[in-house]
């Protein structure tokens, strides 16, 4: 990931060591390619024409190797701006359906959560350190904690399939009213990143973008989370 001139390049850096690797090639065709048309000319006028050509076939390389990783990163500042917590109302609750974890969610003050495991409901609580599951018919939370698809990228598909939206959701569920909203995109990699990567056979984790407690857009840990949204919509 390299930021140039306010622009993030979701790269892995594979089309940067060809560029490298590449350099002194170039700079060895430029000189074959154009060694007719400058014998006799002088040193600085030679070298002149040997380097422009360089470059220029140097800068023909970057764009078919970086220009759909321009165009994602260009994206991406849209789409990174639209992630994030939005709380439209808080509630009383002491228990949500929607995970397992009552250890983590516990040291937030709920009693108790609820999901479905293997096809069956349970409710799911702590007793002397010890985690019980009872079987219930019909869950007794109000609030639910939900994986919706609410971030689009209906606009400029071929840059779009490089972002997968992430979107969780705390709502009621009788009404189906949502409560909250936290969001962030999963970034793609560019097309000569992803030849490297299979052609290599290793794993190259996806970039993450949402934003951080203070509204800023990031790609770190500091992103807002589940955990940071359930705490601040479910009040004790």
């Given at each position: 990931?390299?930021?140039?001139?306010?622009?993030?390049?979701?790269?892995?850096?594979?089309?940067?060591?060809?560029?490298?690797?590449?350099?002194?090639?170039?700079?060895?065709?430029?000189?074959w390619?154009?060694?007719?048309n400058?014998?006799?000319?002088?040193?600085?006028?030679?070298?002149?024409?040997?380097?422009?050509?360089?470059?220029?076939?140097?800068?023909?390389?970057?764009?078919?190797?970086?220009?759909?990783?321009?165009?994602?990163?260009?994206?991406?500042?849209?789409?990174?701006?639209?992630?994030?917590?939005v709380?439209?109302?808080?509630?009383?609750?002491?228990?949500?359906?929607?995970?397992?974890?009552?250890?983590?969610?516990?040291?937030?003050?709920?009693?108790?959560?609820?999901?479905?495991?293997?096809?069956?409901?349970?409710?799911?609580?702590?007793?002397?350190?010890?985690?019980?599951?009872?079987?219930?018919?019909?869950?007794?939370?109000?609030?639910?904690?939900?994986?919706?698809?609410?971030?689009?990228?209906?606009?400029?598909?071929f840059?779009?399939?490089?972002?997968?939206?992430?979107?969780?959701?705390?709502?009621?569920?009788?009404?189906?009213?949502?409560?909250?909203?936290?969001?962030?995109?999963?970034i793609?990699?560019?097309?000569?990143?992803?030849?490297i990567?299979?052609?290599a056979?290793?794993?190259?984790?996806?970039?993450?973008?949402?934003?951080?407690?203070?509204?800023?857009?990031?790609?770190?840990?500091?992103?807002?989370?589940?955990?940071?949204?359930?705490?601040?919509?479910?009040?004790?």
């Open positions: 990931m390299i930021t140039i001139f306010g622009t993030t390049y979701f790269t892995i850096g594979a089309g940067l060591v060809v560029l490298v690797l590449a350099a002194p090639f170039l700079f060895w065709f430029s000189v390619l154009l060694r007719p400058i014998e006799g000319k002088p040193r600085r006028v030679r070298w002149l024409t040997v380097g422009g050509t360089t470059l220029g076939l140097l800068l023909l390389l970057a764009v078919g190797l970086f220009w759909d990783v321009y165009l994602i990163g260009q994206r991406a500042k849209e789409l990174c701006a639209q992630t994030g917590l709380v439209y109302r808080t509630a009383p609750a002491k228990s949500f359906a929607g995970s397992t974890d009552i250890r983590f969610w516990s040291q937030y003050g709920f009693d108790y959560v609820e999901d479905i495991v293997a096809g069956k409901r349970y409710r799911i609580a702590l007793e002397d350190n010890k985690e019980i599951r009872v079987p219930v018919v019909e869950f007794d939370s109000r609030y639910e904690l939900d994986q919706s698809s609410g971030l689009t990228t209906s606009t400029n598909a840059i779009n399939r490089h972002f997968s939206p992430q979107v969780h959701t705390v709502r009621e569920r009788g009404s189906r009213e949502i409560l909250s909203r936290v969001s962030e995109y999963t793609g990699h560019g097309w000569f990143d992803r030849l990567v299979k052609t056979g290793f794993v190259a984790h996806p970039t993450i973008c949402g934003k951080d407690g203070a509204g800023r857009v990031v790609t770190s840990s500091t992103r807002v989370g589940i955990a940071e949204m359930i705490e601040k919509t479910l009040v004790h």
